[in-house]
C-alpha cells in the first residue's frame, strides 16, 4: 500500500514561489512513477508534472513547462515540486500521485496513476 502525504502549500501573490513536497511510503514498485496533478474549483483534474524513480526522467503540462520543476529525493521518500513565477491561474488544489506498471488510473506522461495523496491548497492572487 503506499502513502502520500503533501505539504508546502498556501497564498501567495503572482509572480511569487512555493515549493510543495510530497512524503511517500510503501513499496516502491509501486511508487516507479511519481506525479503532480491539479484540480482547481469547477474544473477537471489536470497534470503537472512527472518523474521516473529510477531513471528522474521529466515531463511537465505545457502550462507549466520553465516555472515548475519537480525533483525527489529517493533516500528521502520525498517528491518535490518548486513552483516559481506563479499565476493566478496556477491556483489549485495539488495532489501528489503515484503509478505502478500495473495501476490504471489517471494517465500522464506515459505513467497510469493510481495513488494518491489527499491534496494541498495553492492560491495565488494577482
Known amino acids: 500500500q503506499v502513502q502520500l502525504v503533501e505539504s508546502g502549500g498556501g497564498s501567495v501573490q503572482a509572480g511569487g514561489s512555493l515549493r510543495l513536497s510530497c512524503a511517500a511510503s510503501?513499496?516502491?514498485?509501486?511508487?516507479?512513477?511519481m506525479g503532480w496533478f491539479r484540480q482547481a474549483p469547477g474544473k477537471r483534474r489536470e497534470g503537472v508534472a512527472r518523474?521516473?524513480?529510477?531513471?528522474?526522467?521529466?515531463y511537465y503540462a505545457d502550462s507549466v513547462k520553465g516555472r515548475f520543476t519537480i525533483s525527489q529525493d529517493n533516500a528521502k521518500n520525498t517528491l518535490y515540486l518548486q513552483m516559481n513565477s506563479l499565476k493566478p491561474e496556477d491556483t489549485a488544489m495539488y495532489f501528489c500521485?503515484?503509478?505502478?506498471?500495473?495501476?490504471?488510473?489517471?494517465?500522464?506522461?506515459?505513467?497510469?496513476?493510481?495513488?494518491w495523496g489527499q491534496g494541498t491548497q495553492v492560491t495565488v492572487s494577482s
Open positions: 518523474i521516473y524513480r529510477n531513471s528522474g526522467n521529466t
Open positions: 500521485a503515484a503509478a505502478s506498471p500495473s495501476t490504471r488510473g489517471s494517465s500522464f506522461g506515459g505513467c497510469d496513476f493510481g495513488y
Open positions: 510503501g513499496d516502491t514498485y509501486s511508487r516507479y512513477c
